[in-house]
């Protein structure tokens, strides 16, 4: 860090999406990133279930410089979230997106809106709420558009839940290609 300042550093990412797992780690790392640069900001990346059950810290990093968090929030759907195993459900989604907005952190979540059991309504939805929240301007336009990646050894390969939509592994692309054939749309991943 002390090399970043030096260089012309005003502000640093966290990039580590654990950020979180060790938070009497992480508490003590921006309190003494603070102390020797008190006007250095922060970012950092961390799940939405560490958000929620770690709310009583959000203030003391918004006040050792913290202006936003990375969140993979990937959806609002429970069905989604749930076959993905994300630890998280929509209720919590919101929940981590009120507990930072009271620390006055900003949120920028990521999403993958195209998964095999996302439905159109579920993309509706996702759009009205980053509007209806205020969002927009926190969440990069491709947020919008990424499709979900089944590579080769991928967890996702032993879930049932997944099996239905499988079909050709897509060597080159380095991705197991899945369609939606029987909903109101239809959709395959494809290159």
């Known amino acids: ?48 279930e560490h958000l929620v059950r770690h709310r009583e810290m959000l203030s003391e990093f918004a006040a050792t410089g913290c202006v936003f968090v990375v969140s993979a929030m ?3 759907s429970d069905t989604v979230l749930a076959n993905l195993e994300k630890g998280h459900t929509r209720a919590d989604v919101q929940v981590a997106l009120d507990v930072l907005r009271r620390a006055g952190i900003a949120l920028r979540p990521s999403f993958v809106p195209f998964t095999p059991w996302a439905t159109i309504e579920d993309y509706v ?6 509007t209806s929240e205020g969002l927009v301007d926190q969440v990069d336009p491709v947020q919008f558009a990424i499709r979900l990646l089944v590579p080769p050894g991928s967890l996702l390969l032993s879930r049932p839940g997944i099996q239905p939509f499988l079909r050709e592994l897509d060597g080159p692309g380095f991705t197991y290609r899945w369609c939606i054939p029987t909903r109101e749309w239809t959709h395959c991943s494809a290159r």
């Open 1 to 48: 860090m002390r090399r970043l300042v030096a260089d012309g550093a005003g502000h640093v990412t966290f990039g580590d999406p654990d950020f979180l797992n060790g938070p009497g780690h992480a508490a003590k790392l921006v309190r003494a990133l603070h102390a020797e640069f008190p006007a250095l900001t922060y970012d950092f990346t961390a799940k939405v």
């Open 74 to 76: 990937e959806s609002l």
């Open 125 to 130: 939805e996702l759009l009205d709420w980053v």
